[in-house]
């Protein structure tokens, strides 16, 4: 089993930076895929990021050149680092650890807005 806390999330202005971390309990954490999941109010959830045991990562279209996804495997922690941020960018960002059937975290509000 896998425990997921993010934190990082915040309100920011359009074209700032926000830096979110995803802690994980458990010592098989260097073995899993993680990914950075977001749901804007009435919409569904959608992919943002996601990076593999070995660190290759993959980005959805609407990110691209503008997040960047790490892990510290040391840390038991992933991080999402969005730069450039746009309104659009707006909602609940969620980790997610690919184990078993998926174990998600509670989730970190992102509000960007001037």
């Known amino acids: 089993q896998v425990q997921l806390v993010e934190s990082g999330g915040g309100l920011v202005q359009p074209g700032g930076s926000l830096r979110l971390s995803c802690g994980a309990s458990g010592r098989i954490f260097r073995l899993i895929s993680m990914g950075w999941y977001r749901q804007a109010p009435g919409n569904q959830r959608e992919l943002v990021a996601s990076i593999t045991s070995s660190g290759t990562p993959t980005y959805a279209d609407s ?6 996804i790490s892990r510290a495997n040391a840390k038991n922690t992933v991080y999402l680092q969005m730069n ?11 980790c997610k650890a ?14 960007v807005s001037s």
């Open 63 to 68: 990110v691209k050149g503008r997040f960047t």
């Open 84 to 94: 450039s941020l746009k309104p659009e960018d707006t909602a609940v960002y969620y």
């Open 98 to 111: 690919w184990m078993d059937g998926g174990y998600w975290g509670q989730g970190t509000q992102v509000t």
